[in-house]
């Protein structure tokens, strides 16, 4: 009867609840993983509560085996895998976390315009020359390969009613605990967007204080803007009158213009009358009047 029962085998990552480390808690987030079944039950694998059919029975075995391991083979940036080679290479920091090439580049390089660059996970400060490329086809941890130094166990639940009344048990301890999260992080939320409400209206005040500085010094330098706008006026005025005087001198240039187009016609007159005086002279052969003039 044991050999069909089928084993449940979920990751459990034993936290202490009283600790209020940030880092600890997504810990403890992250230990919440979905149950993987260990073993086969007529061709089909169980997966939470449903029967996936096998279709492929050869690589049963290797499947099941895979099942026993905690497979890394995603990008925390972009959540899409990673590969072996190309842009999106597996590569580490320094400190040792694990991203695609093109995803931790791009982060740095947006971080390094304004501060310098810092691993999303630990926080330690980071460049693009840390960035080391890694060479295999899939990264995997077995359960058992794993250091000795975590704290991660294994807990199982047998196909059984006794079985899905403790596993029922522990996914309402789980659950308490990610509620317990969610008040903390709300907690600290709330306390952030008081403190940014608090820096807002210090803002407000600064700004205020500015504004009446400003106007301060608008009223100590009133007498010398009434001064300056009085000599202001003045200058518009003899603006005003070197205008009309402008005006007045460009008519009597039009007419000194007309004038001297009647004295042209009035010279050409008197050019077409010489003219003519000598070519009379010339018929009446006096050139001795001509010579005389």
Not at 27 to 34: A, I, N, V, Y
Not at 52 to 77: A, G, M, Q
Not at 181 to 205: G, H, I, P, W, Y
Request: aromatic content about 6%; hydrophobic content about 30%; some cysteine.
């Amino acid at each position: 009867m044991d050999d069909k029962l089928s084993i449940v085998a979920i990751n459990e990552e034993e936290q202490h609840l009283e600790s209020e480390d940030e880092e600890e808690d997504y810990k403890q987030l992250d230990g919440m993983t979905s149950p993987l079944a260990v073993n086969w039950i007529k061709r089909g694998l169980l997966k939470g509560e449903s029967l996936l059919k096998n279709k492929n029975k050869r690589k049963r075995d290797s499947d099941s085996h895979h099942t026993c391991c905690e497979v890394f083979d995603v990008c925390p940036i972009c959540f899409q895998p990673w590969s072996s080679d190309g842009v999106h290479q597996i590569c580490s920091l320094s400190c040792g976390h694990i991203y695609g090439r093109s995803c931790i580049s791009k982060l740095l390089q947006q971080e390094d315009q304004s501060s310098p660059g810092k691993c999303p996970r630990c926080n330690i400060e980071c460049t693009l020359k840390d960035v080391r490329l890694l060479y295999g086809t899939r990264l995997s941890i077995a359960k058992h390969k794993m250091s000795s130094s975590t704290t991660t166990t294994t807990r199982r639940f047998r196909y059984t009613k006794n079985g899905y009344k403790a596993f029922k048990k522990y996914l309402s301890q789980r659950k308490s605990v990610a509620l317990r999260l969610e008040r903390v992080f709300s907690n600290r939320k709330v306390d952030v967007l008081r403190r940014a409400k608090d820096a807002t209206d210090r803002l407000c005040s600064l700004s205020d204080r500015r504004v009446e500085l400003l106007e301060c010094r608008i009223g100590a330098e009133g007498p010398q803007a009434d001064a300056l706008r009085q000599r202001a006026d003045a200058l518009e005025r003899q603006v005003l009158r070197l205008a009309l005087q402008a005006d007045a001198l460009e008519l009597r240039a039009y007419a000194l213009g007309q004038w001297v187009c009647a004295f042209s016609r009035l010279n050409d007159a008197y050019v077409e009358c010489l003219d003519h005086f000598k070519d009379t002279c010339k018929m009446l052969n006096m050139d001795e009047v001509l010579v005389e003039d």
